[in-house]
C-alpha cells in the first residue's frame, strides 16, 4: 500500500474511529457490511459538510480502485459524487444513493450486530444500500469497462435533495436508461407509485391587544385555525394508507398569554393519493388563501412518481430480485419519497426497492445482514444481464 493510501485510511479511522481492524479501504478483501460498519461510523449528518466529504472520499477510493471514472460536485456547501465505467451521462444503469443521514444519539453512528440485524444510524436509509452498491462494484466480475453503469451519491436527500439529486437531473442533464435506487418500498417489494408532495406554511395576521379586551383586536390564532379546518375540509373525513393525506406538523403564534396575537403560522404536509387530488388540493388551498386572506409559502413540491411494472428495465430488475430471494415481487404505493422524482419527470424509470430491514430513522434501524449481502448479490446480477450485453453492443 503506498503512503498516500496509508495516510488516508489512518486519517479516517482516527477520526470516525473505524471499528474494522483492516481500516484501509483500498484493501480487496472488504466485505459488504465492513463498508457499512465504515460508513455508519462517519457520522454524515445532513448539513454536516466535513463527515459527509469524508464519506465521499471514503466511496472514491473503492470506486476509483476498480477504475471507474470520478467527477465530484458542489453546489451550495452540498456534494456530489457521480463515478461512471465510460464517459457518458447516459449509462444504461444508474445507482442512486445517499450518504446524509438524520442527526441522533453518538451510539448510534457505531454499528453493532445483533441476531442476525445490523443496526445503526443509516442502515437501512441508505448506508445499507450505499455499501450494497460499493460491494457490487467490488466483487464486480472482470472490467467495469465490459459494463455501461454510473453510481450517483449525493448528501442532502434528507432535506429535499435540491443541491444533489435535482442538479445533477436538471442541470448536469444526466438521463440514464434506468436507475436503481434502494430507498422505498420495503422488505423487497418494489414502489409502483409514490405519492405527490407538498409541504407548505400558512401566515395569518391580525391586530394585537390587551388578551381582557378580545374585542379590541383580530385573534390571528383564530383566524388561523379556521383556515386550516377549510383546508383539512379538503381530504378524507377518514384517511388512510390509500388516500390524500394531511398532517399540520407546526403551529406557531402568540408572545403571552394575556396578550392577543398579531400573527400565527402553520407548517403542513400533504401527500396526494393521485395527480388529479394534487391539481385539485393545490388550487382549492390557493383560491381559500386569496378568500381569507392568509399567505401560503411552499417549501417543497413533488409530483408524484408512477413506475410501470411491464417496463423491461424494471420486470428484469423484478425478475432479478426473486431468483435471489425466493418468492414474488409485490408492486407497492409508497407514502413517502426519494430523490428518484428528480429523474421519473424525464420518464426514466426508477426500481425503487429496500431489503429486509425496518425502524429507519429511529435508534433501532437495522438491516437484515442477510439482506445486505443478498442486494450486493442483487446489484451483481443485474449488471450483468442488463449492463453487460449494454456495452457490448456499444464496442
Given at each position: 500500500m503506498n503512503k498516500?493510501?496509508?495516510?488516508?485510511?489512518?486519517?479516517?479511522?482516527?477520526?470516525?474511529?473505524?471499528k474494522t481492524q483492516d481500516t484501509s479501504v483500498e484493501t480487496a478483501n472488504k466485505k459488504v457490511d465492513d463498508f457499512l460498519r465504515d460508513l455508519i461510523s462517519i457520522p454524515s449528518v445532513t448539513g454536516d459538510?466535513?463527515?459527509?466529504?469524508?464519506?465521499?472520499?471514503?466511496?472514491?477510493?473503492i470506486l476509483k480502485r476498480r477504475g471507474m471514472s470520478i467527477k465530484r460536485y458542489e453546489w451550495n456547501d452540498i456534494e456530489s459524487l457521480v463515478a461512471s465505467s465510460r464517459e457518458t451521462k447516459q449509462p444504461t444503469v444508474c445507482f442512486f444513493g445517499h450518504v446524509d443521514v438524520v442527526p441522533g444519539p453518538s451510539e448510534v453512528f457505531q454499528m453493532r450486530e445483533k441476531d442476525g440485524r445490523l443496526y445503526g444510524r443509516g442502515a437501512l436509509d441508505m448506508k445499507g444500500g450505499v455499501a450494497a452498491i460499493l460491494g457490487a462494484v467490488q466483487e464486480l466480475p472482470g472490467d467495469v469497462a465490459d459494463y455501461d453503469f454510473a453510481?450517483?451519491?449525493?448528501?442532502?436527500?434528507?432535506?429535499?435533495?435540491?443541491?444533489?439529486?435535482?442538479?445533477?437531473?436538471?442541470?448536469?442533464?444526466?438521463?440514464?436508461k434506468m436507475m436503481i435506487v434502494p430507498d422505498g418500498g420495503e422488505n423487497w417489494n418494489m414502489e409502483r407509485f409514490a405519492k405527490g408532495i407538498w409541504h407548505v406554511?400558512?401566515?395569518?395576521?391580525?391586530?394585537?391587544?390587551?388578551?381582557?379586551?378580545?374585542?379590541?383586536?383580530?385573534?390571528?390564532i383564530d383566524a388561523l385555525m379556521a383556515d386550516l379546518a377549510a383546508i383539512r375540509s379538503l381530504f378524507p373525513a377518514k384517511i388512510t394508507p390509500d388516500t390524500s393525506t394531511i398532517n399540520i406538523g407546526l403551529i406557531q403564534g402568540g408572545e403571552a398569554i394575556n396578550q392577543i396575537p398579531s400573527s400565527a403560522s402553520a407548517s403542513i404536509d400533504m401527500r396526494f393519493a393521485t395527480p388529479q387530488d394534487q391539481v385539485r388540493i393545490t388550487r382549492a388551498v390557493e383560491e381559500l388563501a386569496e378568500k381569507c386572506g392568509f399567505t401560503v409559502t411552499t417549501e417543497v413540491e413533488a409530483d408524484a412518481v408512477?413506475?410501470?411494472?411491464?417496463?423491461?428495465?424494471?420486470?428484469?430488475?423484478?425478475?432479478?430480485?426473486?431468483?435471489?430471494?425466493?418468492?414474488?415481487?409485490?408492486?407497492?404505493?409508497?407514502m413517502a419519497s426519494n430523490d428518484s422524482r428528480f429523474f421519473a419527470k424525464y420518464d426514466i424509470p426508477c426500481a425503487i426497492q429496500y431489503p429486509a430491514g425496518a425502524n429507519h430513522h429511529s435508534t433501532d434501524e437495522y438491516i437484515e445482514k442477510k439482506a445486505l449481502y443478498q442486494m450486493q448479490q442483487l446489484f451483481i446480477n443485474y449488471l450483468g444481464r442488463v449492463a453487460k450485453s449494454s456495452a457490448a453492443a456499444k464496442k
Open positions: 498516500a493510501i496509508q495516510d488516508f485510511a489512518s486519517k479516517i479511522a482516527d477520526k470516525w474511529k473505524l459538510h466535513d463527515a459527509n466529504h469524508d464519506a465521499f472520499d471514503y466511496a472514491e477510493r453510481v450517483m451519491l449525493t448528501s442532502d436527500e434528507e432535506t429535499g435533495g435540491f443541491d444533489g439529486g435535482a442538479r445533477l437531473a436538471e442541470e448536469m442533464g444526466y438521463r440514464p406554511t400558512i401566515e395569518t395576521s391580525g391586530k394585537s391587544a390587551h388578551g381582557s379586551r378580545p374585542w379590541a383586536g383580530i385573534n390571528a408512477n413506475n410501470d411494472p411491464n417496463n423491461p428495465y424494471l420486470k428484469a430488475y423484478a425478475e432479478c430480485t426473486e431468483e435471489i430471494i425466493g418468492r414474488p415481487v409485490e408492486w407497492i404505493t409508497s
